[in-house]
């Protein structure tokens, strides 16, 4: 038998540290390849990190909620001293976990290449004097819930082994672990607070990592990076929500759930290839000099809050989907989210955002640009309100809509005029008939030029941006 030390692996998308949720694995356990050891937390997602080797471990290098960073020890193993599993591919030179990262390249002599990760090491030299034995999480504790879940039961104390799921095969749901928590049937003793608080004092202080810290710090750079600027209108949208009700059994929904966000969503992404500056993004260049990109399609990102805080996965090439296959697949992107499933690359590369902050109650809203977007829309709660309607007075379906927009890429006319257009198609979705697609080359690159004027905004894309001057 030799030690072999596994480092947390890269896991992708520029992601540099991870914090350490639960230990599916305890010093003394036997594990085969591939079985899973531990379950971490990027910036973005919940990742679960495979065993690389067939044997015992021997050490765990973090506690729960500790932050390692890639390339830092993980767990030790003490595997058979012949090499590793028969059948086992070369690993690359860089680790990266399944499923994240560049594929290695295909075709010619395949080669071998050093493993970073996995080189024999002598345990005393990484090892520190003495290994902590951590809990292990049951494997059917595991298989009963999600990581949302897990970590909401956590946070009040709950030991899931005595909670009975109601959800879908027995799985327990987040209003279990709130019974439970209610009647007292957590076994778990309550969470350790961060630190112990001062003699009368009230507050509680809670460590920014993860989600939070990721979206603070995404928030901050759009902030003081983009101009800013927002425009808000109020929509008679009774045909829409007229249309929902015949599409929820129409053959032509092919069983999908039409909701109010795919509706939207879908006249976004058609109004979008009419606009197209509201699509684009500024880049700074080394030169210092900037373009405006328009790309070739929309990849939509919708705003998800979650128990991890807000995260915003998008859908490549929505416009290309039809509405009930944007339906179901803004479905499934707000499922995985809520479940800290989402791959990384879902996570960038958006090109606008759609946040729906009606499905809380409110209204309207003013939202921070996701950074690198160049719009995002806030769709508020609908209302029955009395509303003016061919003279008269009657109670309609009322909606209100806000657009916060990059001002060094979009023009106030430009923004003013794209929600004008997506209130008429709401107001009338028949409308949407007649919006032209337009044909775009793979991408569309501008440079930024000085100008004193320009001409108004067309459908063949963003102009250059001018010297100063507001909407």
Same mark, same amino acid.
């Given at each position: ?44 997602? %919940? ?49 990266? =976990? ?27 030299? =990484? ?59 957590g076994g778990a003793a309550a969470p350790v607070p961060v630190a112990a ?54 053959? %032509? ?31 700074? %260049? ?43 697949? =803004? ?71 806000? %657009? ?68």
């Amino acid at each position: 038998m030799s030690a072999r030390v596994f480092h947390l692996p890269d896991l992708g998308e520029g992601l540099t540290e991870s914090d350490v949720v639960a230990w599916h694995v305890a010093v003394g356990d036997a594990v085969a390849l591939n079985q899973v050891i531990a379950e971490v937390e990027t910036a973005k997602a %919940l990742v679960e990190i495979p065993s690389p080797f067939d044997g015992v471990v021997t050490g765990l290098h973090a506690e729960e909620g500790q932050t390692v960073r890639v390339g830092e020890p993980l767990v030790t193993f003490d595997v058979a001293d012949e090499a590793p599993a028969a059948g086992a591919e070369p690993e690359p030179a860089a680790p990266t =976990l399944v499923g994240y990262g560049a594929a290695p390249e295909r075709g010619g002599r395949p080669t071998r290449r050093p493993r970073r990760y996995a080189a024999a090491t002598p345990t005393s030299s =990484l090892l520190p004097a003495e290994v902590t034995p951590l809990a292990a999480v049951a494997p059917a504790d595991r298989a009963r819930s999600t990581p949302g879940v897990r970590a909401f039961a956590r946070r009040l104390g709950v030991d899931l082994t005595g909670v009975p799921g109601s959800g879908p095969d027995g799985r327990v749901t987040r209003q279990d672990v709130e019974g439970a928590a209610a009647a007292g049937a957590g076994g778990a003793a309550a969470p350790v607070p961060v630190a112990a608080p001062a003699a009368g004092a009230a507050e509680t202080r809670t460590p920014v990592r993860g989600v939070r810290k990721h979206t603070a710090a995404a928030m901050v750079a759009s902030a003081f990076t983009a101009p800013q600027a927002s425009v808000l209108l109020t929509v008679d949208a009774t045909a829409s929500m007229e249309l929902l009700a015949r599409l929820r059994s129409h053959p %032509l929904a092919r069983g999908e759930r039409i909701t109010v966000l795919a509706l939207v969503a879908r006249a976004v992404c058609a109004l979008l290839r009419a606009h197209p500056a509201l699509g684009s993004r500024w880049v700074d %260049l080394p030169d210092g000099s900037a373009e405006i990109v328009q790309p070739a399609h929309v990849t939509l990102g919708i705003a998800v809050a979650t128990d991890r805080g807000l995260v915003v996965p998008n859908v490549p090439a929505a416009d290309t989907l039809a509405l009930p296959d944007l339906a179901a697949a =803004l479905t499934q992107l707000t499922r995985t989210a809520r479940e800290g499933r989402t791959a990384p690359e879902r996570l960038t590369g958006g090109t606008f955002t759609i946040t729906n902050v009606g499905v809380f109650g409110v209204d309207a809203g003013t939202p921070i640009l996701n950074p690198g977007e160049a719009g995002i829309l806030g769709i508020g709660a609908v209302r029955r309100l009395p509303w003016e309607h061919d003279g008269q007075v009657a109670l309609r379906d009322v909606v209100t809509l806000s %657009l916060t927009f990059d001002h060094r890429v979009v023009d106030g006319e430009q923004a003013a005029r794209f929600l004008a257009d997506l209130g008429a198609v709401l107001g009338d979705p028949a409308l949407a008939l007649v919006v032209a697609p337009q044909q775009r080359p793979p991408s569309v690159v501008g440079p930024v030029e000085d100008s004193a004027a320009g001409a108004p905004s067309t459908a063949e894309g963003p102009r250059p941006a001018r010297s100063g001057g507001a909407a």
